[in-house]
């Protein structure tokens, strides 16, 4: 369906419009982040390779880089400004040129078109981006076919209950859709399965910020890039009276003097193993805490 299409340009155009804004809004990001890394360190792996897919400003660099020394760091994301600052974040100082051991390389490109070569990464980190992608199996696939054989993916990714408050707010007057759509955790898995991952294990955390005013959270949306960019928006509910009287509809959410937002974040991982070698997948689910 074209209205929960998202527009890869407006998208874009957002992600480059915050790119000198994110570091300062993106608490919960990088919280999500240091999750990630928790979650990692369980994982028996030692990759040589590594491809930060999505990578925005380039947060998970250095931590990857120290934790795996890697020969080689690909940083890949579909916003140009964005991969600037990922270059500028984990751009080696030049008395350090003659030992490090990372070669790093930049990429535009969108993660559905992933310009990489068959079997030539070891592990895939996506933090926070494939909910910015419009065909999950097409991204899944391709980074399949992009990862060696015993090779792992690890990602984050938003669920459905992802700004439910906001979400609510907006479907009581308008019809359109003004909040991306997020795919269910078991969708996801079903999913990996699909493009031949072997064991997926994915778990869901949900997590409520809380705000003061509603223009505290319509600036942090702003200014981390997430702007509504699906297509057949209504362009002509954005002005000062849609915001007005939305902010109205939000303040039912009202607690202890708090605003909520919340955020259904999606946790995984999964195996690229070779088919001939491992003839059953079993995906492994576990219930919101």
């Not at 240091?34 to 931590?63: H, S, T, V």
């Not at 990489?116 to 899944?140: A, G, R």
């Not at 408050?165 to 795919?183: D, G, P």
């Not at 699906?230 to 007005?244: E, V």
């Amino acid at each position: 369906m074209t209205q929960h299409h998202i527009d890869k340009k407006r998208a874009q155009a957002s992600f480059n419009k915050a790119s000198a804004s994110y570091e300062d809004a993106a608490v919960f990001q990088k919280h999500v982040l240091g999750e990630m890394f928790l979650r990692l360190k369980l994982l028996k792996i030692n990759p040589n390779i590594i491809l930060d897919l999505g990578c925005g400003p380039g947060n998970a660099g250095p931590d990857l880089k120290a934790a795996y020394k890697p020969s080689d760091l690909i940083y890949l994301d579909f916003a140009y400004d964005m991969l600037k600052k990922a270059e500028e974040k984990n751009k080696d100082h030049f008395l350090k040129a003659f030992t490090s051991k990372t070669a790093q390389q930049f990429i535009c490109a969108d993660m559905e078109a992933i310009p990489l070569l068959e079997n030539s990464v070891d592990m895939v980190w996506s933090n926070l981006s494939l909910q910015w992608c419009n065909d999950l199996d097409q991204v899944f696939t391709q980074i399949a076919k992009t990862l060696t054989h015993n090779g792992l993916f690890i990602f984050s990714t938003l669920g459905p209950s992802t700004l439910q408050e906001l979400r609510a707010s907006l479907a009581s007057f308008s019809k359109h859709s003004h909040v991306n759509q997020f795919i269910d955790m078991h969708d996801i898995g079903d999913a990996l399965i699909r493009c031949g991952f072997s064991d997926p294990v994915l778990d869901v955390d949900v997590y409520t910020l809380t705000y003061s005013t509603f223009k505290e959270i319509m600036y942090d949306l702003k200014h981390i890039g997430a702007r509504n960019a699906l297509q057949g928006r209504a362009r002509s509910m954005t002005g000062k009276g849609f915001l007005y009287e939305l902010e109205k509809l939000y303040e039912v959410y009202r607690a202890d003097e708090k605003l909520p937002a919340t955020y259904e974040v999606v946790y995984g991982h999964a195996w690229k193993v070779n088919k001939q070698l491992e003839e059953s997948s079993i995906v492994k689910f576990y219930p919101k805490q």
